[in-house]
């Protein structure tokens, strides 16, 4: 409850009253009763294993969302997300925190920064059907570990 309070807390100093959501704390790995939603976030030690959950729960267009703080357990939550059959627009990113101070004409970026805290992995539910079939990984494994290429380059 007191991580339900703090969250509700959160999203109220950020963006006031909100009246179009409902936060519910639940275990999640027991399964998920509600339907048609527009947002799932987890921050589970293994939210793989809630993505089947998690696509019967969303709405088509609905968001997932899940927060981890290792590549492991991101990369099984990605292939979860793959098996649903049911998510696209599949993106993990960390978000990197530097502060500045600025004062006058001394611009310099604060000498320390937050460098890592976890892992996002979001998706959006789409049509059965219209989700890739298979992972990026599995469709061209050479591409996969090359990485990345840039246009028009």
Known sequence: DDF???????????????????????????????????????????????????????????????????????????EALHRAQVFAMI???ETLLRTWNIEGRSVRPDLRMVAHSGFLTVARKVQPGLAPS??????????AEAGPQEEGL
């Open 91 to 93: 993106q993990t990113f």
């Open 4 to 78: 339900a309070r703090t969250a509700m807390k959160n999203i109220e100093r950020y963006l006031g009253p909100v009246h179009n959501l409902t936060l519910r704390q639940r275990n999640a790995y027991e399964g998920i009763e509600e339907t048609d939603l527009d947002r799932v976030v987890l921050d589970l030690p293994e939210p793989w294993q809630v993505v089947p959950r998690a696509a019967t729960a969303l709405r088509s267009g609905g968001v997932y969302v899940s927060y981890v703080p290792t590549i492991p357990q991101v990369m099984q939550t990605v």
């Open 134 to 143: 298979v992972s990026p990984a599995e469709a061209d494994p050479e591409a």
